[in-house]
């Protein structure tokens, strides 16, 4: 599996998930990081590599 292919789906399913309360997402394609803000303004990084 690629790795833009894996962050296309995990981009679809969080933006999808109500159960996190994500109100928005930020993509960074050239440092492969996404920035999650919540409903409660709580904000969360996630770094996708492919080992």
């Known amino acids: 599996m690629e790795l ?3 962050k296309d ?10 159960e996190l309360e994500i109100a928005d997402i930020f993509a960074d394609d050239k ?3 996404f920035t999650f803000v919540t409903a409660g ?4 990084e996630l770094l ?4």
């Not at 303004?41 to 969360?44: A, L, N, R, T, Y």
């Not at 996708?48 to 080992?51: E, F």
């Open 41 to 44: 303004g709580d904000k969360f």
């Open 9 to 18: 789906k995990l981009f679809d399913i969080l933006n999808d998930s109500d």
């Open 48 to 51: 996708c590599r492919k080992l």
């Open 31 to 33: 440092k492969d990081l």
């Open 4 to 6: 833009n292919y894996f």
